[in-house]
């Protein structure tokens, strides 16, 4: 098996447990929640339905419902407690949900269910939208595809996702133990936009946008991320408990990167959007091409 394969069962776990913590540590999370749905501002849509893949404690849905009010919001995650974060949420407004109903106003739609393989019918909505979590797929062409398989006819796929520079810092740091993974793999914005091509998207386009978030020490780092749920769920990872001596040399290794007092944690986060198309080649050599936006560093 591949080390970076990602443990279904763990990664569930870890982001089951982290309900609870999810949005007061998900600051990352939210920044590019926010640039996503300022690039709507861009597009012309009205979706009757819309599916938020890898909804966490469903902020996005919540905002696209706000904006979309006639949409039907779809949440879906693979970690049960998350949904039930937000149906407690949900429950404890009651009079709002009142209202809501009055109105006419659509409740939240929650589907426990991964990515790979979403549980809607072909052609159902008109918007798939995904904020960080298609890096969490061991099979992106087979997530991508599912994307693809549930839009309507030019219905629009915006999504976000970690690039290969990622925690570049803790995987210096975590490294030297031949066949351990301790950083999950992240794949390159080129190998994104070649997988939609394959799962029959339409001209995609692709930039990337680098966060340096900055931490006292090694042990912030590691607590942010289990606050989020972030936790090493690849294959390869350490067993068992790795003592104080392996902690204290990731510290010392870490320690290069110090900047002004503080220790960086670098997220390459790709943004992306495309749209279904119909279902024939909008090129005559079948070609779909990919635009790629640079970024100034």
């Known amino acids: 098996m591949d080390s970076y394969h990602i443990d279904k069962a763990r990664a569930r776990a870890s982001f089951g447990r982290a309900a609870s913590t999810y949005d007061a540590a998900a600051i990352l999370q939210k920044q590019v929640r926010e640039e996503m749905l300022s690039r709507l501002d861009l597009v012309k849509l009205n979706p009757r339905a819309i599916l938020d893949a890898g909804c966490g404690t469903g902020a996005a849905s919540d905002a696209l419902q706000k904006r979309f009010v006639k949409s039907q919001v779809v949440s879906l995650d693979f970690a049960l407690a998350m949904l039930q974060r937000i149906r407690s949420s949900s429950n404890n407004s009651g009079l709002i949900q009142q209202i809501k109903s ?3 106003g659509v409740k939240h739609n929650l589907v426990c269910a991964d990515i790979e393989s ?3 019918t072909n052609a159902s909505v008109d918007l798939v939208w995904s904020n960080l979590a298609i890096q969490w797929c061991n099979d992106l062409d087979a ?16 999504f976000s996702t970690f690039g290969p520079d990622t925690l ?71 067993r068992g408990l790795l003592g104080r001596g392996f902690f204290a ?4 290794r870490y320690e290069q990167f110090r900047v002004a007092g503080k220790l960086p944690a670098t997220f390459e986060v790709v943004y992306g959007h495309a749209w279904r198309g119909q279902d024939k080649p909008k090129f005559a050599d079948g070609v779909s091409p990919i635009t790629f936006i640079s970024r100034p560093q």
């Open 143 to 158: 997530a991508l595809q599912e994307f693809h398989r549930v839009l309507q006819p030019e219905g629009l796929l915006m």
């Open 249 to 252: 040399k990731i510290e010392a």
């Open 102 to 104: 009055l109105l006419g």
């Open 168 to 238: 570049k810092e803790l995987r210096v740091a975590t490294s030297g133990q031949d066949g351990v993974t301790s950083v999950s793999r992240f794949l390159d914005m080129h190998d994104i936009g070649d997988a939609l091509v394959r799962a029959g998207f339409s001209a995609p386009v692709l930039d990337v946008e680098r966060f340096t978030l900055t931490y006292a020490n090694v042990k912030s780092v590691m607590r942010d991320l289990k606050s989020i749920g972030a936790h090493n769920a690849t294959a390869g990872r350490a």
């Open 118 to 120: 979403i549980p809607l």
